[in-house]
């Protein structure tokens, strides 16, 4: 069949960059409902299209086609329905990647119910703080990993808040709803809803909360254009083709969820792969992916960090046709090496929460092993200067967004119920990313870091991805975090914290190893004149690296 992509954007076969930029567009149709538009109208037009692929540790499997889907999204709006939750209300799926997952938001959408997604590693007070500041109805968790149990304490704690808690698990469990026993009965049939309780483009349909890499997780608000946003994501960084199987690393409570696991790749007539697993496990990641016959990939340069270390002469790459990369810099080591064994260039691309993905090593490029790429079409991207002028070519400056013209589908509608941050971050017509990059003289954007991350050293501006990037091209460093430590002298000096391969220890010689190495792959300058040892990095629950979580504790040693 043909794609549904072709009848919101041009269909057209770009030959480059340059004529991409400049034709392609996306057609925003009224009243725009992913549910109702994209998959319930495949279910019309090819009932049997393979939707989801699933499997776990467990060696159980389900293949979901788009009638599947529309059925069990459709008994699902009716559960929610009889639940009492209406147009606007607030839902936290915490669901890790059970398919379960996906019957859910495509209800909530069809409801028109504010989907809040939430990864299964939050804690009582991480729930307690996230349904008083969202105002959270109702909750569908795993029975896992001690979830129900949490969610049990921030029940006791929550005041004037009559949670509603279903539970996806085969058994029951007072004081919840059986999620599973409870759809099938309800009925398999569920009409678009009309006048007043039907959607609009601009209404709230999906609440992230943020990484708190830095503070408290943000609110991130999406509406129901946000989907057509990733076509870019799915269809010309991804690369997914029609009839194809992206697989996207990430559980449903992270944002990337939904950049590689239903919207752009459903439009763009892929179906999805999703390993529902227990733990992270390289080799049996590599196992799954290579048994169902992945085309297309995307993960962050962490996950690839750990793939390069297997043996992947043992698996079968025959149908890998692309992979790509975002979540944090990639490290040029990570590319060389997945390019060796592979013989595919990852495409690094950037965006964030409250973004798609807008700058990008699209296929036409030749990708420059480190560089974000250049920008997506629709987003006006420039690099900004502390007084607020724009750079020239070779300058650092903060990555803005102009919105002076438009919002381009998939930029975030604001912080929600947050006016305040949402005016600090974008205000005067530009979105303000609090990325800090450069511009080479061909146009390819080149990551420094977070502008509360580089390190001011003896005049030096000195941004930790390229330390990072030094450090970990070092045979013994799997992972590394650069940050600022205080100096009397110096004002800060570069610090590296760094976990070891399993075939290194940890010593005074090994440390002067790593900074001789830097010294040579990087300017001297750099080098980190303080290194750590640790067994692992703090990282927040979306799997980044919390910097801050390191430099606050280097601050409190030298107080003391």
């Known amino acids: 069949m043909t794609t549904l992509l072709y009848s919101f954007v041009p269909e057209i076969e770009y030959e480059s960059y340059q004529e991409f930029i400049e034709k392609f567009e996306i057609k925003v149709p009224e009243n725009f409902n992913f549910a109702y538009d994209i998959v319930d109208k495949y279910a019309e037009i090819s009932p049997d299209k393979t939707a989801l692929v699933w499997c776990n540790d467990y060696d159980k499997e389900r293949i979901i086609s788009f009638k ?42 069809k409801l028109g119910a504010i989907t809040i997604p939430a990864t299964h590693m939050l804690k009582t007070r991480d729930i307690v703080y996230r349904v008083e500041s969202a105002g959270i109805k109702m909750v569908v968790c795993i029975a896992e990993d001690g979830v129900p149990e949490y969610f049990d304490e921030a029940d006791e704690q929550l005041k004037d808040v009559n949670l509603i808690k279903a539970l996806v698990g085969d058994d029951e469990r007072p004081n919840w709803i059986n999620f599973r026993s409870e759809i099938e009965k309800a009925s398999p049939e569920f009409e678009r809803p009309t006048g007043d309780q039907k959607t609009g483009n601009n209404e709230s349909m999906l609440v992230y909360f943020s990484s708190g890499t ?86 962050p340069p962490t996950i690839y960090r750990f793939l390069i270390k297997e043996d992947l002469s043992k698996y079968d790459f025959s149908t890998l046709q692309y992979a790509v990369t975002a979540g944090e810099p990639l490290n040029p080591e990570v590319y060389n090496k997945f390019y060796e064994f592979t013989g595919l260039r990852l495409m690094e691309g950037f965006g964030q929460t ?21 920008p997506s079409p629709g987003y006006n991207i420039k690099l900004m200067d ?62 420094i870091g977070r502008n509360d991350e580089i390190i001011k050293s003896s005049g030096y501006r000195i941004g930790p991805f390229e330390v990072e990037s030094a450090v970990i091209s070092h045979p013994a460093v799997l992972e590394c975090a650069i940050t600022g430590v205080p100096h009397p002298v110096r004002g800060q000096v570069v610090k590296a914290t760094v976990v070891l391969t399993k075939d290194y220890v940890a010593s005074e010689e090994l440390k002067l190893e790593i ?46």
């Open 68 to 109: 599947e889907l529309k059925e069990y999204s459709d008994k699902t709006a009716n559960f929610f329905k009889n639940c009492g939750i209406k147009k606007g209300d607030k839902v936290m799926l915490t669901l890790k990647s059970r398919y379960e997952f996906w019957f859910c938001i495509l209800a909530l959408h």
């Open 214 to 299: 830095t503070g408290l997780p943000k609110m991130v608000e999406h509406d129901y254009i946000y989907p057509l946003g990733h076509i870019i994501t799915a269809k010309y960084w991804q690369n997914v083709k029609e009839e194809g199987l992206h697989y996207t690393v990430a559980d449903t409570g992270w944002a990337k969820a939904m950049w590689g696991q239903i919207y752009g790749q459903w439009i763009a007539g892929s179906a999805v792969f999703v390993y529902d697993y227990e733990r992270f496990d390289a080799a049996r990641m590599l196992e799954k992916a290579s048994k169902y016959g992945v085309t297309t990939f995307c993960a």
């Open 354 to 374: 409250e973004l798609v993905v807008c700058i990008v090593n699209f296929p036409w490029m030749k990708p420059r092993p480190g560089s974000m790429g250049k």
């Open 386 to 447: 502390k007084d607020g002028n724009i750079c020239d070519v070779g300058e650092e400056g903060e990555i803005v967004i102009e919105t002076s013209r438009q919002k381009p589908p998939g930029l975030f509608n604001g912080y929600y119920r947050d006016p305040e941050k949402t005016a600090e971050v974008w205000h005067d017509d530009y979105y303000h990313t609090g990325d800090t990059a450069w511009m080479d003289e061909d146009g390819y954007y080149w990551f």
């Open 515 to 560: 900074q001789n190495h830097v010294k040579k792959v990087t300017a001297p300058y750099k080098y980190p004149r303080v290194i750590e040892f640790v067994d692992e990095l703090p990282k927040t629950i979306s799997g980044k690296i919390r910097r801050i979580e390191i430099r606050s504790k280097d601050q409190e040693k030298t107080a003391e």
